[in-house]
Protein backbone atom coordinates (compact mmCIF):
# COMPACT_ATOMS: atom_id res chain seq x y z
CA UNK A 1 0.00 0.00 0.00
CA UNK A 2 1.35 3.44 -1.33
CA UNK A 3 1.38 5.82 1.88
CA UNK A 4 0.31 9.45 1.27
CA UNK A 5 1.59 12.14 2.83
CA UNK A 6 -1.30 15.12 2.71
CA UNK A 7 -0.99 18.39 2.00
CA UNK A 8 2.47 17.97 0.29
CA UNK A 9 5.10 15.47 -1.43
CA UNK A 10 4.42 11.77 -1.48
CA UNK A 11 7.09 9.81 -2.67
CA UNK A 12 6.92 5.87 -3.91
CA UNK A 13 10.33 4.36 -4.64
CA UNK A 14 11.92 1.52 -5.97
CA UNK A 15 14.78 0.63 -7.75
CA UNK A 16 15.21 -0.04 -11.56
CA UNK A 17 16.67 -3.41 -12.12
CA UNK A 18 16.97 -3.82 -15.94
CA UNK A 19 14.15 -2.38 -17.29
CA UNK A 20 14.56 -2.47 -21.33
CA UNK A 21 12.08 0.73 -21.96
CA UNK A 22 12.77 3.51 -23.98
CA UNK A 23 13.42 6.89 -22.22
CA UNK A 24 15.21 10.33 -22.07
CA UNK A 25 18.05 11.22 -19.66
CA UNK A 26 17.43 14.64 -18.07
CA UNK A 27 20.50 16.51 -16.49
CA UNK A 28 19.00 16.21 -13.08
CA UNK A 29 15.37 15.51 -12.04
CA UNK A 30 15.25 18.95 -11.65
CA UNK A 31 15.83 19.93 -14.97
CA UNK A 32 13.01 17.16 -15.60
CA UNK A 33 10.25 18.52 -13.12
CA UNK A 34 11.06 21.62 -14.43
CA UNK A 35 10.41 20.43 -18.00
CA UNK A 36 6.99 18.95 -17.56
CA UNK A 37 5.73 21.90 -15.07
CA UNK A 38 6.04 24.17 -17.67
CA UNK A 39 4.66 22.10 -20.20
CA UNK A 40 1.68 20.93 -18.72
CA UNK A 41 1.26 24.68 -17.07
CA UNK A 42 1.52 23.17 -13.43
CA UNK A 43 1.71 26.09 -10.73
CA UNK A 44 2.22 24.39 -6.96
CA UNK A 45 4.11 25.46 -4.40
CA UNK A 46 4.92 21.73 -3.26
CA UNK A 47 8.22 20.25 -1.75
CA UNK A 48 9.72 18.13 -4.02
CA UNK A 49 12.37 16.66 -2.01
CA UNK A 50 12.23 13.14 -1.13
CA UNK A 51 10.31 12.91 2.09
CA UNK A 52 8.51 9.01 1.91
CA UNK A 53 9.92 6.43 0.44
CA UNK A 54 8.78 2.96 -0.03
CA UNK A 55 9.99 -0.35 -2.49
CA UNK A 56 7.14 -1.47 -4.11
CA UNK A 57 7.64 -5.27 -5.31
CA UNK A 58 6.44 -6.46 -9.27
CA UNK A 59 3.63 -8.34 -7.24
CA UNK A 60 2.37 -4.75 -6.21
CA UNK A 61 1.83 -3.13 -9.04
CA UNK A 62 -1.80 -3.29 -9.27
CA UNK A 63 -2.32 0.23 -8.58
CA UNK A 64 -0.82 1.15 -11.44
CA UNK A 65 -3.21 -0.40 -13.32
CA UNK A 66 -5.46 2.61 -12.41
CA UNK A 67 -3.74 5.20 -13.91
CA UNK A 68 -1.28 3.44 -16.62
CA UNK A 69 -3.17 2.44 -19.78
CA UNK A 70 -3.24 -0.75 -20.45
CA UNK A 71 -0.68 -0.87 -23.16
CA UNK A 72 2.01 0.78 -20.88
CA UNK A 73 1.01 -1.15 -17.98
CA UNK A 74 1.28 -4.34 -19.32
CA UNK A 75 5.05 -3.18 -21.23
CA UNK A 76 6.15 -2.11 -17.57
CA UNK A 77 4.98 -5.24 -15.95
CA UNK A 78 5.67 -8.02 -18.32
CA UNK A 79 9.35 -8.49 -17.26
CA UNK A 80 8.35 -8.28 -13.52
CA UNK A 81 11.44 -5.63 -13.15
CA UNK A 82 11.46 -3.04 -10.42
CA UNK A 83 10.71 0.23 -10.80
CA UNK A 84 11.04 3.52 -9.21
CA UNK A 85 8.24 5.79 -9.63
CA UNK A 86 7.62 9.33 -7.61
CA UNK A 87 5.24 11.29 -7.26
CA UNK A 88 3.66 14.01 -5.50
CA UNK A 89 -0.08 16.17 -5.17
CA UNK A 90 -1.03 18.95 -6.78
CA UNK A 91 -3.49 20.64 -5.12
CA UNK A 92 -5.98 22.05 -7.28
CA UNK A 93 -9.84 24.35 -6.33
CA UNK A 94 -12.02 20.85 -7.38
CA UNK A 95 -9.93 18.40 -5.77
CA UNK A 96 -6.23 16.75 -5.96
CA UNK A 97 -3.96 15.69 -9.33
CA UNK A 98 -1.13 13.59 -8.60
CA UNK A 99 2.06 13.79 -10.87
CA UNK A 100 3.91 10.60 -11.71
CA UNK A 101 7.42 9.73 -13.32
CA UNK A 102 8.66 6.96 -14.01
CA UNK A 103 12.22 6.20 -14.16
CA UNK A 104 15.81 6.04 -12.33
CA UNK A 105 18.10 9.02 -11.22
CA UNK A 106 21.58 7.55 -11.25
CA UNK A 107 24.61 8.06 -8.76
CA UNK A 108 25.41 10.81 -10.48
CA UNK A 109 22.31 12.78 -10.56
CA UNK A 110 21.36 12.44 -13.47
CA UNK A 111 17.42 11.46 -13.90
CA UNK A 112 16.46 8.92 -16.99
CA UNK A 113 12.59 8.66 -17.46
CA UNK A 114 10.00 6.38 -18.85
CA UNK A 115 7.16 8.13 -18.72
CA UNK A 116 5.17 10.80 -16.64
CA UNK A 117 1.08 11.17 -16.06
CA UNK A 118 -1.08 13.16 -14.61
CA UNK A 119 -3.73 11.43 -12.47
CA UNK A 120 -7.13 13.45 -11.34
CA UNK A 121 -8.03 11.74 -7.78
CA UNK A 122 -11.59 13.78 -8.13
CA UNK A 123 -12.25 12.22 -11.99
CA UNK A 124 -13.10 15.64 -13.24
CA UNK A 125 -10.26 15.72 -16.05
CA UNK A 126 -8.71 12.61 -17.78
CA UNK A 127 -5.61 11.28 -16.91
CA UNK A 128 -2.85 10.84 -19.08
CA UNK A 129 0.41 9.15 -19.28
CA UNK A 130 3.29 10.89 -21.57
CA UNK A 131 5.86 8.39 -22.72
CA UNK A 132 9.33 10.06 -23.59
CA UNK A 133 9.70 7.54 -26.80
CA UNK A 134 7.49 10.08 -27.68
CA UNK A 135 9.07 12.94 -27.01
CA UNK A 136 12.29 11.05 -28.57
CA UNK A 137 10.41 11.00 -31.75
CA UNK A 138 10.46 14.93 -32.11
CA UNK A 139 14.50 14.68 -32.24
CA UNK A 140 15.25 16.02 -35.57
CA UNK A 141 18.18 17.94 -37.27
CA UNK A 142 16.71 21.32 -37.27
CA UNK A 143 14.29 23.10 -35.09
CA UNK A 144 12.20 26.18 -35.58
CA UNK A 145 11.97 27.76 -31.94
CA UNK A 146 9.68 30.87 -32.17
CA UNK A 147 7.98 30.90 -29.06
CA UNK A 148 8.29 30.01 -25.30
CA UNK A 149 5.70 27.21 -26.14
CA UNK A 150 7.71 25.73 -28.62
CA UNK A 151 10.96 25.62 -26.23
CA UNK A 152 9.09 23.64 -24.16
CA UNK A 153 7.26 21.41 -26.25
CA UNK A 154 10.73 20.46 -27.85
CA UNK A 155 12.72 21.34 -24.68
CA UNK A 156 12.78 17.44 -23.86
CA UNK A 157 15.13 16.19 -27.04
CA UNK A 158 16.46 19.64 -27.13
CA UNK A 159 18.54 19.24 -23.52
CA UNK A 160 20.05 16.42 -25.27
CA UNK A 161 22.25 17.93 -27.46
CA UNK A 162 22.78 21.29 -26.28
CA UNK A 163 24.55 22.71 -23.23
CA UNK A 164 22.89 24.59 -20.84
CA UNK A 165 24.36 28.81 -22.26
CA UNK A 166 22.67 27.65 -25.43
CA UNK A 167 19.32 26.58 -23.99
CA UNK A 168 19.05 30.13 -21.78
CA UNK A 169 19.94 32.11 -25.11
CA UNK A 170 16.85 30.37 -27.08
CA UNK A 171 14.85 30.68 -23.76
CA UNK A 172 15.70 34.31 -23.52
CA UNK A 173 14.94 34.83 -27.52
CA UNK A 174 11.73 32.97 -27.80
CA UNK A 175 10.29 35.18 -24.84
CA UNK A 176 11.09 38.52 -26.19
CA UNK A 177 9.63 37.29 -29.44
CA UNK A 178 6.56 36.46 -27.36
CA UNK A 179 6.55 39.79 -25.74
CA UNK A 180 6.45 41.96 -28.71
CA UNK A 181 4.77 40.22 -31.41
CA UNK A 182 2.45 37.74 -29.23
CA UNK A 183 2.69 34.32 -27.91
CA UNK A 184 0.13 33.08 -29.75
CA UNK A 185 1.05 34.17 -33.28
CA UNK A 186 2.05 31.82 -36.72
CA UNK A 187 5.88 31.81 -36.36
CA UNK A 188 6.19 31.36 -39.89
CA UNK A 189 3.37 33.50 -41.40
CA UNK A 190 3.27 36.39 -39.04
CA UNK A 191 5.77 39.27 -38.27
CA UNK A 192 8.69 38.12 -35.28
CA UNK A 193 10.35 35.36 -36.76
CA UNK A 194 12.04 32.54 -34.85
CA UNK A 195 15.56 30.91 -33.02
CA UNK A 196 16.68 28.56 -36.20
CA UNK A 197 18.66 25.34 -34.10
CA UNK A 198 20.74 23.00 -35.52
CA UNK A 199 22.22 21.07 -32.64
CA UNK A 200 25.19 19.01 -34.31
CA UNK A 201 27.53 18.98 -37.05
CA UNK A 202 26.46 16.64 -39.77
CA UNK A 203 25.44 16.08 -42.73
CA UNK A 204 21.29 16.29 -41.66
CA UNK A 205 22.16 19.78 -40.39
CA UNK A 206 24.50 20.98 -42.79
CA UNK A 207 21.26 20.20 -45.25
CA UNK A 208 18.40 21.51 -43.02
CA UNK A 209 21.24 24.79 -43.59
CA UNK A 210 21.30 25.28 -47.13
CA UNK A 211 17.30 24.47 -47.15
CA UNK A 212 16.86 27.26 -44.74
CA UNK A 213 19.18 29.70 -46.47
CA UNK A 214 16.78 28.95 -49.73
CA UNK A 215 13.97 29.08 -48.58
CA UNK A 216 13.97 32.49 -46.61
CA UNK A 217 16.39 34.09 -49.11
CA UNK A 218 18.88 34.53 -46.69
CA UNK A 219 23.05 35.18 -48.04
CA UNK A 220 24.52 34.10 -45.53
CA UNK A 221 27.49 36.83 -45.37
CA UNK A 222 24.60 39.17 -44.82
CA UNK A 223 23.94 38.83 -41.15
CA UNK A 224 22.83 41.92 -38.71
CA UNK A 225 25.33 40.70 -36.14
CA UNK A 226 27.34 37.46 -35.30
CA UNK A 227 28.66 36.18 -32.22
CA UNK A 228 30.56 33.02 -31.16
CA UNK A 229 30.41 31.53 -27.32
CA UNK A 230 32.46 28.54 -26.43
CA UNK A 231 30.81 26.25 -24.24
CA UNK A 232 32.74 22.68 -23.31
CA UNK A 233 35.18 23.57 -25.74
CA UNK A 234 32.61 23.84 -29.13
CA UNK A 235 32.25 27.23 -30.93
CA UNK A 236 28.32 28.33 -30.96
CA UNK A 237 27.52 30.45 -33.65
CA UNK A 238 24.65 32.90 -32.93
CA UNK A 239 23.34 34.96 -36.15
CA UNK A 240 20.74 37.07 -36.77
CA UNK A 241 19.18 37.94 -39.91
CA UNK A 242 16.44 40.01 -41.26
CA UNK A 243 14.20 39.49 -44.01
CA UNK A 244 12.44 42.12 -42.97
CA UNK A 245 12.01 44.97 -40.96
CA UNK A 246 8.91 42.65 -39.10
CA UNK A 247 10.82 39.70 -39.71
CA UNK A 248 14.54 38.04 -38.50
CA UNK A 249 15.46 34.50 -37.85
CA UNK A 250 18.25 33.68 -35.68
CA UNK A 251 20.75 30.75 -36.57
CA UNK A 252 22.08 29.02 -33.41
CA UNK A 253 24.50 26.18 -34.42
CA UNK A 254 27.87 24.51 -33.67
CA UNK A 255 30.46 25.86 -35.82
CA UNK A 256 30.95 23.45 -38.46
CA UNK A 257 27.20 22.87 -39.03
CA UNK A 258 26.57 25.89 -41.39
CA UNK A 259 28.46 23.68 -44.03
Not at 15 to 22: D, E, P, Y
Not at 118 to 131: C, G, L, M
Amino acid sequence: MIRKIRGSLFFFYCLVGGLKMTGIRFQSWERFLNYVQKKEGIVTKANYNSINAECLKANVWEHLQKTLPTADYDELTKNKNKIEIRSFCIPEKTGQLIFYAVGKEDETGTYFCIGYGIVDETARKESRFIQMKDELSKRRAFYCIGTVRDYWENYAVLQMDLPEPILEYLLSQAAILDNVYGAERNIESDSGGFCAVMPKVNEAAKEAYQKMLKKYHIQESKYECRDIITVDGIDWIKALYLTNNDYGIIIVCPKGAEG
